[in-house]
């Protein structure tokens, strides 16, 4: 869900909304998904909406699409209502977590699509807004909510978390290797008072990480940042959860694309597409049994990135990492 940058993609919303969030890889998207939507009635399902830069152009180019387009924030789906105006008549609008793609497509009346899109982590949009407290470089509230009409802040887990559980948070989401001393200097801070902003988190980390930490990988802050907002808003549980989903809905011929921004969301993704395009007849079978074929054939080697141009003209695309996967048979029963 990161977009961010300079040029305005086909259904930019009016007002300048669509200039400050152009879609990663969004040339590359499109063909990615062109086989599967080219001149046929086709569904595909936007998980991750967001301003809905990937989906104007999706619309935009094929005439029969019809797009489902779910995101857990309220304002984001706002955005996009407005930015995908000329569609609404192909267009439904579902105010969910991907995670909950069952329920949504069995809402709609839909058996099967041609498409999922998943544009993970957190948006420009959510980076942009202050309040959101997403930002370490920002001084804001330590909410980091996706959805900020339900669940706990990342203030709750800040003051209230076991010092076990809070390093398990920063060493498993944040891959954060001063996991222990930062828990420290976070339980000695909040018997004072509890932590409410960012930058007292920040002036917090800058105290605890060793000196040695902060002069590589970039803002200490980073890691930290990362897994509370992970904790958060339960992203690798729903990750987990939605691209096996997304690969059971997918009718054959039907590709499923994901773009992920850090080494823990593409574990999964790389581990769900390799299970389903792998031949589950042992080794040693002569004949493979139709039902042991591969399900998904891949379409990306490793995990493709941006390019230098892209990265210059969008600093946020120099994390991405996309697979992507097309559906060659029907599932097993």
């Known amino acids: 869900m990161d977009e961010h940058g300079a040029e305005e993609p086909p259904g930019a919303a009016p007002g300048g909304a669509g200039e400050r969030h152009v879609p990663v890889l969004l040339d590359r998207i499109v063909s990615l998904f062109d086989p599967a939507l080219a001149d046929r009635d086709a569904v595909l399902v936007d998980a991750t909406l967001g301003a809905g830069g990937h989906s104007a152009a999706l619309l935009s180019q094929h005439s029969r699409l019809t797009l489902v387009g779910v995101d857990r924030d309220e304002s984001a789906l706002r955005l996009a209502r407005t930015r995908l105006a000329p ?39 959510q980076l942009d807004e202050d309040e959101r407290g997403f930002s370490y470089s920002r001084d804001a509230p330590l909410d980091m909510r996706m959805d900020p009409t339900t669940g706990p802040t990342a203030a709750d887990v800040l003051n209230t978390y076991a010092p076990g559980d809070l390093i398990r948070v920063l060493h498993d989401y944040g891959e954060e ?14 018997r004072r008072a509890p932590l409410r902003t960012s930058a007292e988190l920040v002036a917090l980390l800058e105290s605890a990480i060793p000196a040695a930490a902060r002069r590589t990988g970039g803002n200490p802050a980073k890691r930290t940042f990362q897994a509370l907002r992970v904790e958060v ?40 597409l390799a299970e389903h395009s792998r031949s589950k007849a042992p080794p040693d079978m002569p004949v493979v049994r139709p039902e042991d074929e591969p399900e998904l054939r891949l379409l990306t080697r490793g995990a493709e990135k941006a390019d230098d141009d892209e990265i210059a003209a969008n600093p946020r695309a120099a994390s991405v990492r996309l697979r992507a996967a097309e559906r060659v048979r029907e599932a097993a029963a």
């Open 233 to 272: 808003n339960g992203e690798l549980d729903a990750v987990t959860t939605a691209v096996p989903d997304a690969v059971r809905a997918l009718a054959v011929g039907g590709r499923v694309v994901v773009m992920s921004y850090q080494s823990l969301e593409d574990r999964i993704v790389k581990r769900v």
């Open 87 to 125: 569609y609404a008549d192909r267009t439904h609008f579902v105010h969910a977590v991907f995670d909950a793609l069952p329920e949504v497509l069995d809402d709609l009346g839909y058996d099967a699509v041609q498409g999922v899109l998943f544009d993970l982590g957190v948006s420009s949009m």
């Open 177 to 190: 290797r001063a996991a222990r001393r930062i828990v420290e200097a976070v339980v000695r801070a909040r």
